[in-house]
């Protein structure tokens, strides 16, 4: 019986401490903060007016953010304070209101809290905006705060509008189409291009800076706002605030008269003397009269020299092989080959490309390359490791020498040692890298250095994809308004030469 009295003590004794100790626990619960994100407030909007208060906004009152606006430029809309936050679980989120000539007094990398109870969401001109909030309402807390970069493809800022309305963003590697004249200037509505997609760049004629000259090629940080389309639909437009929003990065154009636009990496079967590379001419070449090669690097943990190649793309053995390109022509837009003897769409007993434009084929199972790289039952890695193709403007590649096109699979491998000395393959500007950090204007000319890691997928072995990639580029502009992008085509042994050439394929414009 006493062991029974004691099990009985043990389960209610806490239960007693629980619900009859804690009558002098006077704590409250959860208490809501005073402050709602941007996030939240955007939310709120329905389409239809909406005055704010500590109901709707979920028992807040008050907005704790920073500044982007800056009028000292005279570019941005009048009298619009512009400040963003990204309290709701990271999402950065912009919102403009209205205060006249009070905004103005405001910088950016201000924090400010302003009481938004009694103000009103609303569209105004296509921008949302809390309408009714007074001077005094905004309480300047700090100064100085610094304004994280956000890099967005315009891509995204079209697909969405709304989410990055009112916010500070980057617009990297912009160029104008049409190109400006050396006399052409900000002022007005340009297209601007970052090669993601298009998006209007507004400058007030009555810009500080609206008659600055256009660059070739530059960083644009700026302001995306709204303006209100045909039946509702929201138009982004961007306005940089000031002069310095604008860091130009060249102005030359680098026009590539070679561009990778596929591969054939690994074929149904065996490899050897089967794979290849398909390329554009952006302008008529006569490869006799100007000598280029092709250099294919495989960086599987079996080839040699291990380590970094040491000697760039000229490393040679089983990490890099050249093809000499001087015989035949190419038209302006039309696509040739490089590659194995084998000149058939998917290896063994497929259907025959020898109709095609190839500009240098030999069998590279038995025939070394010319200048360097070991006869290989391989070109590209297998294993997941990296490979890559570059094209040079001349026969003659050293450790030194930059290609005019660049692509690279995968990343795994040696590939990049800051040194010193620093080791590497080098790069070229393309749409997947460039020679100068763009954001930090650092040089980085390899592959894997700085912001230099993108890359393609390493497809799965031995199914006979093609790697296509989609692009659209401008041999006047010399860029790529649409960036490439990796379409695999899984070819059949029956596959036709339309499969790698037709839809999806790499395009001329201009």
């Not at 500590?54 to 512009?82: C, F, Q, R, W």
């Not at 003397?273 to 090669?293: G, H, R, S, W």
């Not at 490791?385 to 001349?394: H, K, L, P, R």
């Not at 006979?464 to 041999?475: A, D, H, R």
Request: hydrophobic share 40%; aromatic share 10%.
């Amino acid at each position: 019986m006493k062991l029974k009295h004691i099990i009985i003590a043990s389960v209610f004794l806490p239960l007693l401490v629980m619900f009859g100790g804690c009558k002098k626990d006077n704590y409250p619960g959860g208490v809501i903060s005073p402050y709602i994100s941007i996030f939240d407030i955007r939310g709120l909007y329905r389409g239809q007016d909406l005055t704010l208060t500590t109901e709707n906004m979920y028992g807040s009152g008050k907005i704790s953010a920073v500044v982007v606006s800056d009028h000292s430029g005279g570019n941005l809309p009048a009298g619009l304070l512009v400040v963003q936050d990204a309290r709701r679980l990271g999402q950065l989120r912009g919102i403009s209101i209205p205060l006249g000539d009070e905004a103005a007094k405001y910088v950016p990398g201000d924090a400010v809290i302003i009481d938004v109870q009694g103000g009103v969401l609303k569209r105004v001109n296509g921008i949302l905006e809390i309408t009714g909030i007074k001077p005094e309402n905004v309480t300047k807390t700090e100064s100085g705060i610094d304004i994280p970069l956000n890099r967005v493809p315009i891509n995204q800022i079209l697909d969405n509008p709304d989410k990055y309305e009112s916010t500070l963003s980057v617009i990297v590697k912009g160029g104008f189409d049409p190109l400006p004249g050396p006399k052409d200037v900000l002022s007005g509505d340009k297209v601007l291009n970052d090669g993601f997609g298009n998006i209007t760049l507004h400058t007030a004629a009555g810009a500080a800076f609206a008659d600055s000259t256009a660059p070739v090629s530059a960083n644009f940080y700026g302001i995306v706002f709204n303006t209100a389309g045909k039946d509702g639909e929201l138009v982004p437009q961007f306005r940089i605030r000031r002069a310095s929003d604008v860091v130009v990065l060249s102005a030359v154009i680098e026009i590539a008269p070679v561009i990778i636009t596929g591969f054939m990496s690994d074929v149904k079967g065996g490899d050897g003397n089967y794979e290849y590379v398909q390329l554009m001419a952006t302008k008529d070449i006569d490869f006799a009269a100007t000598p280029y090669a092709v250099v294919v690097t495989n960086n599987a943990n079996a080839s040699t020299p291990t380590g970094y190649p040491s000697k760039g793309w000229a490393t040679g053995s089983m990490r890099t092989f050249k093809f000499n390109l001087y015989a035949g022509k190419a038209a302006k837009g039309t696509f040739f080959y490089v590659g194995g003897a084998g000149k058939m769409i998917n290896g063994s007993g497929s259907t025959s490309m020898a109709s095609s434009n190839w500009i240098r084929s030999f069998d590279y199972t038995k025939n070394n390359g010319d200048g360097f790289g070991n006869k290989t039952g391989g070109l590209f890695a297998n294993s997941g490791n990296a490979s890559g193709v570059a094209v040079f403007a001349d026969s003659l590649v050293t450790v030194d020498s930059r290609p005019v096109d660049v692509m690279f699979i995968a990343t795994g491998g040696s590939l990049y040692t800051a040194g010193p000395p620093a080791q590497g393959y080098r790069i070229t500007n393309t749409d997947f890298y460039d020679v100068i950090n763009p954001i930090t204007l650092e040089s980085q000319p390899f592959y894997r250095n700085g912001s230099n890691t993108l890359s393609l997928v390493y497809n799965t072995a031995d199914l006979g994809y093609f790697n296509m990639l989609g692009g659209e580029y401008n041999p006047v502009l010399g860029k790529w308004m649409t960036a490439r992008s990796q379409n695999p085509v899984l070819l059949t042994k029956q596959s036709a030469i339309t499969e790698i050439e037709g839809e999806g394929a790499t395009k001329l414009i201009q």
